[in-house]
């Protein structure tokens, strides 16, 4: 891969992960307490948590994260 394109990846990377903060945010907001958050957020398929690497949180640790 050359430094382009991984420098596109990486950018688009970034947005991507941008838009899951901004819709997990936006779902907090409109959530009726942390069950609902997260109810709502796996309805969405939208990650609870990103936490380093590819992984997800879920339960208490992830909706006090958000």
């Not at 945010?25 to 609870?48: E, F, K, Q, W």
Request: proline share 2%; with cysteine; net charge negative.
């Amino acid at each position: 891969m050359s430094d382009r394109d991984a420098s596109i990846f990486e950018s688009e990377r970034e947005l991507d992960e941008d838009s899951v903060r901004n819709a997990q945010r936006t779902v907090a907001h409109h959530s009726i307490d942390a069950d609902d958050c997260r109810m709502l957020l796996a309805a969405l398929g939208i990650p609870l948590v990103r936490g380093t690497g590819n992984e997800t949180l879920s339960g208490t640790a992830g909706a006090e994260a958000l």
